[in-house]
């Protein structure tokens, strides 16, 4: 599996940005797909996953209720919906895929990895 992530840019804190994880392959459909992001110097973090099923969603608490992950398997995409951008959410942010079909908060459980796009928010 390939994953292209895009759709990062330059936005002012209150404003939306939509990513989107294009992704290769006919077995999208049964990965479960997940967006983390990475500060320079920290680790990567948890941000949203999306089980195979559609049904089951999980959020980081900083997140939730602002950003919203979801999954075209007709188009093999997944997306992040981020509205309410705050200053703190500048990151490199990172798609991922996992064999399974079950959403994880845990980035060593996904086992292929996007290239990252940044997203700054600016004050």
């Known amino acids: 599996v390939q994953l292209q992530a895009s759709g990062g840019g330059l936005v002012q804190a209150g404003g939306s940005l939509r990513l989107s994880c294009a992704a290769s392959?006919?077995?999208?459909?049964?990965?479960?797909m997940g967006w983390f992001r990475q500060a320079p110097g920290k680790e990567r973090e948890f941000v949203a996953a999306i089980s195979w099923s559609v049904g089951s969603t999980y959020y980081a608490d900083s997140v939730k209720g602002r950003f919203t992950i979801s999954r075209d398997n007709a188009e093999n995409t997944v997306y992040l919906q981020m509205n309410s951008l705050k200053p703190e959410d500048t990151r490199v942010y990172y798609c991922?895929?996992?064999?399974?079909?079950?959403?994880?908060?845990?980035?060593?459980?996904?086992?292929?990895w996007g290239q990252g796009t940044q997203v700054t928010v600016s004050s």
């Open positions: 392959g006919r077995t999208f459909r049964s990965y479960a």
């Open positions: 991922a895929a996992r064999v399974g079909g079950v959403g994880s908060r845990a980035p060593e459980e996904y086992d292929y």
